[in-house]
Every structure is written in structure tokens, then in C-alpha cells.
């Protein structure tokens, strides 16, 4: 064992490093969609003296990377999650007979927001719908009320 490995003492991060991150952790609540180089501007312009590099690596320590949709998302799923579809044997005639759900993005000039639509099938009738800056279940459920 080499002896430098057996004296090593991790050093606790810098109060300058501390305070980038607190920094980069308000743009980011702010700016959830700005990725390490907008930042970097960001911070440049409040008169932080920091590089890119810096930044990416204390973003990368306490665990925030830019959202954006990311590729491929239309690209069908592995077979073996695939669902068969369970309406084909039995037609559909009234409203409200089944019901299904869309999720779409939007891009605008400050990020992406999601659509979440429930329509029904027969009139094709909104049902509910629910607009939000995060893609997470909780938007599903809120078109539902």
C-alpha cells in the first residue's frame, strides 16, 4: 500500500466553493432548464470570477444537471413492455367508455413546459387537463380532478 494512500485526509470543500453552490442552486430553482454554461455566464454577471469547468463539477457535486427532453423519445419501447392493446375485442359507443391520456411538451422561449390531456375516446372530448414545468405523475393525477 502505497504510503500516501494511507495518510490521505479528505479535504472538506472551500467556503468559496460553498458559496457557488448555494449560488448555483438558487439559479437552478430559478432556471431548472440552464445547463452548466448559462450558468457560468449567469454567475460571471454577478460578478463571480468561475469557469466553466468549475461550475460542471460543483453542479455535478451536489447532483443538478440542466432538464430538456432528451433524445429518442418517440422510439418504440422493448417488446417485453409493450401492453397488448385491451379495447380491440369490444366497440366503443358511448362517452365515457374509455378514456385515454396524452403528454406532450411545449418549447418556449425560457424552457419546455408538459401538457397533460385526458380525452375521451368516443367524442374526443378534453376531460381534464394539466400544465406544468416538471413531467411527473402528479401532473397525470391533477388532470384527473
Known amino acids: 500500500m502505497n504510503r500516501s494512500s494511507l495518510y490521505y485526509k479528505a479535504h472538506d470543500e472551500s467556503t468559496d466553493n460553498v458559496t457557488l453552490m448555494n449560488e448555483i442552486n438558487d439559479l437552478y430553482n430559478h432556471y431548472p432548464f440552464m445547463g452548466y454554461r448559462r450558468i457560468t455566464v449567469m454567475l460571471c454577471n ?8 468549475r461550475v460542471l463539477r460543483l453542479m455535478r457535486i451536489i447532483g443538478i444537471c440542466a432538464i430538456y427532453p432528451k433524445l429518442n423519445l418517440s422510439k418504440r ?3 417485453d413492455v409493450v401492453f397488448p392493446y ?6 366503443l359507443l358511448y362517452s365515457n367508455d374509455a378514456w385515454c391520456i396524452d ?8 424552457g419546455f413546459v408538459y401538457l397533460v390531456a385526458l380525452i375521451d375516446v368516443v367524442s374526443r372530448r378534453i376531460m381534464g387537463w394539466s400544465l406544468s414545468s416538471f413531467l411527473e405523475t402528479e ?3 391533477q388532470a384527473l380532478l
Open 103 to 110: 403528454i406532450t411538451y411545449i418549447k418556449l422561449v425560457i
Open 86 to 91: 385491451l379495447l380491440k375485442d369490444k366497440p
Open 46 to 53: 454577478l460578478g463571480y470570477i468561475v469557469n466553466g469547468k
Open 77 to 79: 419501447r422493448q417488446k
Open 139 to 141: 401532473n397525470c393525477l
